[in-house]
């Protein structure tokens, strides 16, 4: 079929497994060296291009990369409970600003070691994060995410008014991590760990409960199973992810203030998610890792830089709305081609 | 039949606004038995349902299970005592495997507590109930993928679902709805088994002939009240009841 032909006809685009794909999937992949890299070679491209960058980056970029290690944290707690839980949650800064807390001031107070600190924050914070959001647990869609948003700004209200916890001023001369290497392989090993254990979790049974409770609650319930004892556990491994940001965002800052609770840890991870593509996991941590250094990059005009990354953002929406992972995944198990209708 | 009560709902009254779905309705289900739940459109049968598993709470009245309260529980802790129910609207996990629509009910509770807290192979649980229910394993049924599911098997994955719970009661909330007569004659006997296994069940159904073929006592419910009680022929007898049915031939729907 020529050009010609095809013009003013209706065409759609026709895709198709790779076979590849198909015989990679359950133990046939372990059949040839083929099939294995053709599982390998993404994974490693992710886990290698993580650990590889901060070698090619300069003092300042490496700064950046650790901030947006924290937001990639965020941004794939805020996948995992939107896409799989069917909670959107907007406590991104809660969940930074409890681990932040909970980490600084025992450094402050105590003076532990930060590989103390950081996983009692971890998991203090969690727990903190837990139970304040589990009265707005029954709430679901736009209900739980006004709410949970309420809760960052709530607490820095709290903290100025009862001039607690260092005020307004927040703690200064904290503790840091002893070199700038740490300082990133720390954040990003546990991007690397959370998301391959988050994609894990989320094909395991308790995975696919929490999927159910999403799509169909009612038959979850008509299975003898409490949906509130789910979407709590749910709600501490995304708000252990988060906490453990925050707790590593001290350190990293060697300050603890109230702009631990700022709405962009909130907002930012929607952005990363809507950009790196719903419910991959992954793409979420890709939308974060670009959109931040971006965010940086664009300093340099000035107040325009806000203007120009939402144009950079409302490009995505519009054309590729599905996000940038979805897109890849799709090129690199499918073949496309155009056929008439 | 034993004749040991297992179900009993006394008195039990629910409205929605000024609407009044369910009112003074008794009702009692010995084990072992089939009985059919029986109306028009809107006549409060799927709101009876609701009140019995917990989704709806009663205005008053109480529902009790081997002598034990079960009104004001929430619906987990009731399907959690045996007493399960399917949902006329159906969504299953369009993109799994049948079998793996199963894991929900495996990983409950009270499944958990009858394997001594072992969960053991679910996928072969699965699929053995899925098989005991009329998926055809020769012909690889139950590893299809649920959206490529014709409705009646939607239905009995439905009914699978209840299955896996280890059941003491099924409320079937218009099971039969939708399918054709052979998926139907295929349905009964899986239904008839099920009671010769020792479950009690509910039929809620708009398919009369079909249900008459099952159970042995009906009740007619109109309005949100009880109309009438009793054997098929004799309560499709009634003036009543015919009325109720639009004064047209009731019996043969």
Redesign the interface.
């Known amino acids: 079929m020529t050009n010609e032909q095809l013009i003013g006809k209706e065409r759609r685009k026709e895709r198709l497994d790779r076979g590849i794909k198909v015989r990679t999937e359950g133990l046939y992949s372990l059949t040839s060296w083929r099939e294995m890299s053709y599982l390998l070679v993404p994974r490693m491209f992710l886990i290698l291009g993580l650990l590889l960058i901060p070698l090619l980056l300069d003092m300042y970029w490496q700064r950046v990369l650790c901030v947006a290690g924290v937001y990639a944290l965020l941004a794939l707690s805020f996948d995992f409970l939107a896409e799989f839980v069917g909670l959107v949650c907007l406590g991104g800064a809660f969940f930074i600003g409890s681990g932040g807390y909970i980490a600084g001031l025992l450094s402050h107070s105590m003076g532990w070691s930060p590989f103390l600190t950081i996983p009692i924050a971890t998991v203090g914070g969690a727990i903190v994060s837990t139970i304040v959001l589990l009265p707005c647990l029954r709430l679901r869609g736009i209900y739980f995410a006004i709410i949970s948003f309420m809760f960052p700004l709530l607490t820095v209200y709290i903290i100025i008014a009862l001039n607690v916890f260092g005020g307004t001023e927040g703690i200064t001369a904290l503790a840091t991590f002893p070199n700038v290497w740490v300082d990133q392989y720390v954040i990003l090993g546990a991007v690397i760990i959370s998301v391959f254990a988050m994609r894990r979790l989320v094909t395991e049974?308790f995975g696919?409960?929490l999927?159910?409770i999403k799509?169909?609650d009612?038959?979850?319930?008509?299975?003898?199973?409490?949906?509130t004892v789910y979407k709590t556990k749910a709600v501490f491994i995304a708000a252990l992810v988060g906490c453990f940001g925050g707790a590593y965002l001290s350190y990293l800052y060697g300050w603890l203030g109230i702009s631990q609770f700022a709405m962009d840890f909130s907002i930012l991870p929607i952005a990363a998610t809507v950009m790196g593509g719903m419910g991959t996991l992954v793409g979420p941590v890709l939308g974060a890792l670009i959109l931040t250094p971006m965010s940086e990059a664009l300093r340099g005009f000035g107040q325009l830089r806000v203007v120009l990354y939402c144009l950079i953002l409302i490009g995505f929406i519009v054309y590729k709305p599905e996000g940038l992972m979805n897109v890849l995944q799709r090129k690199y198990h499918q073949f496309e081609h155009w056929e008439e209708v | 039949m034993s004749a040991e009560v297992l179900l009993q709902v006394t008195k039990i009254n629910k409205s929605f606004g000024g609407v009044k779905a369910v009112q003074d309705v008794d009702l009692e289900l010995p084990g072992g038995e089939i009985l059919g739940v029986i109306g028009p459109n809107g006549s409060g049968k799927t709101t009876l349902v609701n009140l019995i598993?917990g989704?709806v709470k009663p205005d008053s009245g109480e529902v009790l299970f081997k002598n034990k309260k079960i009104t004001g529980l929430?619906?987990?802790r009731i399907?959690?005592l045996g007493v399960?129910?399917t949902?006329q609207i159906m969504?299953p996990?369009h993109s799994?495997p049948a079998f793996?629509n199963l894991?929900?009910?495996l990983?409950?509770?009270?499944i958990r507590r009858s394997r001594g807290g072992k969960l053991g192979d679910?996928d072969g649980v699965a699929i053995d109930i899925l098989e005991e229910i009329g998926f055809e394993r020769d012909a690889y049924v139950p590893y299809k993928i649920a959206a490529s599911l014709p409705l009646g098997y939607l239905k009995r994955l439905e009914l699978a679902?209840?299955l896996?719970?280890k059941p003491e009661i099924i409320i079937c909330d218009e099971i039969f709805s939708g399918l054709s007569m052979s998926e139907i004659t295929t349905m009964i006997p899986v239904i008839e088994k099920l009671q010769m296994d020792g479950i009690t069940i509910i039929m809620i159904e708009h398919r009369l002939r079909e249900l008459f073929r099952l159970v042995n006592r009906v009740i007619v419910m109109n309005f949100g009240e009880k109309l009438a009680e009793g054997n098929p022929e004799e309560v499709m007898a009634k003036p009543e009841v015919r009325e109720a049915y639009l004064g047209t031939e009731a019996g043969q729907c």
């Open positions: 049974d696919l409960i999927r159910s799509d169909n009612q038959a979850v319930k008509a299975s003898g199973i409490s949906i | 598993t989704f929430p619906p987990h399907a959690d399960t129910r949902f969504r996990y799994l793996k894991i929900v009910p990983n409950s509770p009270r679910k679902r209840c896996a719970m």
